[in-house]
């Protein structure tokens, strides 16, 4: 539902600004959403439109407001069903003899007033007490008396014989609000508008029942929610975010308040609330506001959070473009624009997130190096960007093994088999078979590893008997890679 309302602007006393306020009639201290009419106010007639309101009675006010918020002084007020109609809405007109225009001592009428025509009013003399139609003045049209339905009058006259209006004399017009029907009937709806966010923006309590699409112009932006004491509960606000250039949005609650939704795992059974939830691309969510018991306000969090709750995945998959993945290749990404993704970071277990100096630290086993941290994040340097893993060098284990592709060619889903390296397996002791050349020579009794074993040699080669000890003097193969398919490495942001 929305409300459409026309209001004069006269003039207030320095400092002060017009603010237009609705609250549920049921509750109409309690201010729903409100606007501060821009200035300078010169007596002309504005427009605002209150949206995404809930089929019910509001009660509206004019505050002539000193801090610009929906308090001070009111001016006009009245109660409507924001439905099918629209009010102008105009302030009354105070007359005051010989200072008035069309209102002169000595006379018995006012007019001709052109500002009068289209309204629907009536008078009251504050010095005669209130007026009553038909009893002592009657409205007219260019001096002839009309009804008082005529919308065309553009004045009054006194019906008491001989009355005159004195020196000083004051009157005052009341004006009715003026109401039409709009063309086509509003129906209830779940969202009764969409507006197009693409930077930073501070939402209104008048977001209730919105829907926000978010097309970021950078790679990320913000927006801000009203304060949940100026939104009613169980109205939705949606966002959408997708289109534009951004990596994330954030979706933050006004300063010292919460959203119902946990920042990491850990604190799944705390009662630590999030103050802000970052969204990807292709990704929604609404929200409402729920009071509880307690009395306590909170954002209920609700819609697909797939991609909130998916955040830091490693993924392995044949299309280096999945939705809301960046390669797992040791780049550095930027913290502002992959919040969420650096806000997850964060919480790893520790030593998960370590200095980018230690990240090719290396270990030397069997005379092979290895990369020992190239499966952990870094601070990058240090204020502005992070590092993710490089898993470029590294396999896991599935149905079979994926091992993740880099820049040599090859393509994904390609086959690669497996090898070994070369190497020797010594002190192998004890009684030798009948066989010391050739496929399938065994060593009855013999230590294979620490372990005793009677094992079967996998390779034809040549051996020699070094006093009790047979050793073999050459094995050719490799070990370096086992069976896999390839797949890029990905993590999700």
């Known amino acids: 539902m929305n409300l459409s309302l026309w209001q004069k602007t006269n003039a207030v006393p320095a400092g002060f600004t017009l603010v237009m306020a609705i609250s549920k009639k049921t509750t109409p201290t309690v201010i729903v959403a409100y606007y501060e009419l821009p200035g300078p106010y010169t007596g002309q007639t504005q427009l605002h439109t209150f949206t995404g309101l809930q089929n019910v009675v509001y009660y509206y006010q004019l505050f002539q407001s000193p801090d610009h918020l929906a308090d001070g002084t009111v001016l006009n007020y009245f109660d409507v069903q924001p439905n099918q109609n629209a009010y102008n809405i105009r302030d009354n007109l105070y007359l005051r003899a010989d200072i008035s225009s069309y209102f002169a001592s000595n006379t018995n009428f006012y007019g001709q007033d052109s500002s009068l025509i289209g309204w629907n009013w009536y008078l009251e003399s504050p010095s005669l007490g209130t007026l009553n139609y038909g009893e002592t003045w009657t409205k007219t049209v260019a001096g002839v008396a009309t009804t008082i339905d005529d919308l065309a009058a553009d004045g009054f006259k006194y019906l008491q014989a001989g009355y005159l209006i004195g020196n000083d004399e004051r009157a005052v017009i009341h004006f009715y609000p003026q109401l039409s029907a709009t063309s086509t009937p509003q129906s209830s709806t779940m969202i009764s508008q969409t507006t197009l966010l693409t930077t930073t923006t501070t939402l209104t309590n008048s977001a209730a029942g919105q829907e926000f699409e978010l097309e970021g112009g950078g790679g990320y932006f913000q927006v801000n929610l009203p304060d949940i004491a100026t939104v009613p509960d169980s109205v939705p606000i949606f966002f959408n975010s997708a289109g534009g250039s951004h990596v994330n949005v954030g979706i933050a609650a006004f300063a010292g308040q919460v959203l119902q939704w946990f920042d990491n795992q850990a604190n799944l059974g705390s009662n630590t609330r999030a103050s802000i939830i970052y969204l990807g691309q292709g990704e929604n969510i609404w929200i409402s506001r729920f009071t509880y018991p307690d009395g306590s306000k909170r954002w209920l969090v609700k ?191």
């Open 303 to 493: 819609g697909d959070t797939a991609g909130i709750r998916m955040v830091g995945e490693t993924v392995y998959d044949w299309s280096k473009m999945p939705l809301n993945t960046v390669l797992a290749n040791g780049q550095y990404l930027s913290r502002a624009n992959y919040a969420r993704l650096w806000a997850w970071v964060q919480n790893l277990e520790a030593g998960c997130l370590i200095a980018d100096s230690s990240f090719d630290n290396t270990s030397s086993f069997d005379g092979a190096n290895y990369f020992i941290n190239h499966g952990k994040y870094t601070t990058g340097d240090g204020s502005t960007t992070f590092r993710v893993p490089n898993l470029t060098s590294t396999s896991g284990a599935g149905a079979g093994f994926l091992r993740m592709i880099d820049g040599s060619g090859r393509l994904p889903g390609s086959f690669q088999i497996d090898s070994m390296a070369i190497h020797q397996h010594e002190g192998t002791t004890g009684t030798l078979g009948s066989s010391l050349f050739g496929k399938g020579r065994s060593r009855l009794k013999g230590n294979y590893n620490g372990q005793a074993t009677g094992q079967t040699d996998l390779v034809s080669i040549p051996g020699i008997i070094v006093g009790a000890v047979y050793q073999d003097i050459q094995k050719i193969s490799y070990e370096n890679r086992p069976i896999n398919n390839g797949a890029y490495g990905l993590i999700r942001f």
